[in-house]
């Protein structure tokens, strides 16, 4: 195996780091929608300067420095922007505007995709991610039933709140319909009925009739969803079952509801369509029109097929449904009995399915459809950190990696000890996980056609067995305890204190917590610790920066792993690891690494170098690092009172953190510092 160079693991290190906090990505999206983000600085019709966002949105003036971080980070990624303008002084000033993606959160518009983002972000859909991995090594028939005790189906009619929150994030989707039925008015011209098939409230049913009033329409979902539903002159409800009849019509609607269904079921509901339509007046066929993501279309761009991989493995761990490859829906169709189909790409994620013999040009409403894709990438987000969290938990690096060659589907099934009822699971995580190239895929052999999965350097950074070693890290940056904080953003920001989310979510600050919670307390240190082992590059790459010196001081080094690591490239340094004294509590010494218990803020042993490393630059106040934090921990080591000469040289501070706005840097690099600075 080739030994990838310090910065390739170090791109690998913010790669794995990305994807380990893509969650933080949703859940500030979230906390935007439910601060009215969108709609303050809407209805402010002007740029919107930061004191008057804090301002409009009745927030402590405390948090404005939170709310500028929060918007560096909605900002970069798309839903704001700022510009300059002069203000009534005709002095110059930076304001928020929104963007083609925050206008389609504004409250007071149609369509307003904010039910939609909020609903996918609640801990309902969230929590079965968590339990992905347990999933596959159990026996419940999907992660939500794992999670909830129930399908997801039954869990809605048990739980009205999400009942609700659901059906309404259904019908915040569904109003982007007007746009299709704008671009696509061809497809329903000619006919004189239609069904809605799964139609719930029958917005769709509405949208429709708004442009073709002459249209009988019928929304066919369960009794309880169309209950008390009033019917007009071209439009009733009907509850039944679409296992067991469809009424007839010129057209059979299906948009978004193929996809939560198996293929036997998909298979089922599509006979019953043919049944529905075959016995047309004047000649005339009718069609079935369904409206859902086709995967692996050529020509869309990279960000959608990561939501479409997304949206595929969502289907898998709250139904039993998935999205489909054209090959795969040509399947479907072939064994329901129709003949023929056409399949056009309307718009950012979905594509228009017709299945009869039709040809259509379709103009598209781009932007619109782009910025609902965007919003849906960031709304899924947390999935890229919950599969990688699976990957760790199952050991696919660690198996890959011992296989010693490509190793194919069916071979990483039976090296995983699962049930071949997991093969699609398994496939479909993969393919995610490809995508996000922590895993690659190769020919066995130069000559053959059979592939097999390989690691990536990402993917080798995560391997159990090797140092450095990330999973930890990864690990407890999406464990619960962690995760929780971020879904309480929103009501954290109009709390009027100085308490952090983490104390929002948990009641005590997140050092308090660790101290109390013995388990999360090992496992967050052990996360740390494998975050230090990189330490091993940095000493490798900048062994300058350590010479000359004789001692140094390891603030909140923990367990001595940056120690130990600065010993083994320089034994003669005299090391000292300064940390909270349970944490240091019964570490052994030896003659060149002592521990002490302590507290930086009092103060902190003399050396000619004093080391900060991350973690502890970042924990205060919002478990990140203010100037004034780290002014009065260096105000604890001046030249005078902590740190020696070295041969006539003053002693030095050497901090290892984060800079933003380095104009070298990747994009991937500034996401993540954002997100770790949020």
């Given amino acids: 195996m080739d030994v990838p160079m310090s910065s390739e693991m170090f791109q690998g290190q913010a790669h794995i780091y990305k994807h380990a906090f893509s969650f933080a990505n949703s859940m500030v999206l979230g906390c935007a929608i439910q601060l009215g983000i969108p709609d303050v600085i809407h209805s402010h019709k002007q740029p919107m ?15 404005s420095d939170a709310i500028h971080r929060l918007m560096r980070l909605l900002v970069y990624s798309g839903f704001f922007a700022t510009t300059e303008f002069l203000d009534q002084n005709s002095e110059s000033q930076q304001g928020y505007v929104l963007t083609p993606s925050s206008k389609l959160l504004l409250k007071s518009e149609i369509p307003n995709l904010s039910p939609f983002a909020r609903a996918m972000v609640d801990p309902v859909m969230v929590n079965p991610w968590q339990s992905l991995g347990d999933w596959f090594l159990g026996n419940e028939t999907t992660p939500f039933e794992t999670a909830h005790g129930t399908p997801m189906w039954q869990f809605c009619d048990q739980n009205p709140r999400f009942n609700n929150v659901f059906n309404e994030a259904m019908a915040s989707d569904s109003q982007m319909m007007c746009l299709v039925v704008k671009d696509c008015k061809q ?3 000619d006919m004189d009925s239609l069904v809605d098939v799964g139609g719930g409230t029958g917005i769709i049913a509405n949208t429709i009739l708004a442009a073709f009033p002459h249209l009988k329409c019928t929304v066919l979902d369960l009794p309880h969803v169309v209950a008390n539903m009033p019917d007009t002159e071209n439009l009733k409800y009907v509850g039944g079952d679409m296992f067991h009849s469809i009424p007839s019509a010129d057209a059979i609607l299906f948009k978004h509801v193929m996809h939560n269904w198996s293929d036997e079921n998909c298979v089922k509901i599509l006979k019953r369509c043919r049944e529905a339509i075959k016995d047309k007046n004047e000649g005339r066929k009718g069609k079935v029109l369904i409206i859902d993501m086709v995967l692996d279309r050529d020509e869309e761009a990279a960000n959608m097929t990561e939501v479409k991989l997304i949206f595929d493995v969502l289907m898998m761990v709250l139904v039993t449904g998935r999205e489909r490859t054209e090959k795969e829906w040509e399947n479907l169709f072939l064994e329901a009995g129709f003949m023929s189909y056409k399949i056009t790409p309307l718009f950012g994620l979905r594509s228009l399915i017709e299945l009869m013999e039709t040809h259509n040009n379709v103009e598209r409403a781009s932007e619109l459809f782009k910025a609902q894709a965007h919003i849906y990438k960031h709304a899924f987000a947390y999935a890229n950190s919950m599969a990688l969290n699976c990957a760790i938990q199952l050991r696919l ?7 010693k060659k490509p190793i194919t589907l069916p071979d990483l099934l039976s090296a995983l000890k699962l049930p071949s009822s997991k093969l699609n699971g398994i496939h479909r995580l993969m393919r995610l996980l490809v995508h996000s190239q922590f895993f690659d895929i190769t020919k066995l052999e130069e000559n053959s056609e059979t592939e097999g999965y390989v690691l990536t350097t990402s993917s080798r950074l995560l391997l159990k067995s090797e140092i450095p070693n990330l999973s930890p890290c990864v ?15 929103g009501e954290w920001f109009h709390k009027n204190e100085e308490a952090t989310p983490f104390e929002t979510a948990h009641g005590v600050p997140l050092w308090d917590f660790c101290a109390q919670n013995p388990i999360f307390d090992r496992v967050f240190n052990e996360g740390m610790a494998s975050d230090s082992q990189m330490m091993r590059l940095v000493v490798k790459d900048c062994r300058e920066v350590f010479e000359g010196l004789n001692s140094l001081v390891d603030v909140g080094g923990s367990t001595g792993i940056v120690a130990k690591t600065i010993l083994e490239a320089v034994p003669h340094l005299k090391c000292t690891v300064l940390d909270l004294p349970h944490v240091v509590a019964n570490m052994p010494q030896s003659e060149n690494l002592i521990y002490v218990g302590g507290k930086m803020f009092q103060s902190i042993p003399h050396a000619d170098a004093i080391l900060l490393k991350k973690r502890n630059l970042a924990a205060f106040p919002h478990l990140k690092c203010t100037m004034l934090d780290l002014l009065h921990v260096i105000a604890k080591m001046p030249q005078t009172e902590n740190l020696k000469y070295v041969g006539g040289r003053k002693g030095k501070v050497l901090i290892i953190g984060m800079v933003l706005d380095r104009d070298e840097e990747e994009a991937d690099m500034t996401e993540v510092k954002l997100i770790s600075l949020a």
Avoid: C, G, N
């Fill in 49 to 63: 300067t930061l004191s008057q966002l804090v301002s409009e949105l009745k927030l402590p003036p405390a948090k």
């Fill in 475 to 489: 690990r407890v940056m999406v464990d619960p305890v962690l995760v929780t904080p971020w879904q309480l953003l």
């Fill in 397 to 403: 690096p660690d198996i890959i990696h011992y296989h």
């Fill in 187 to 189: 497809v329903f011209q």
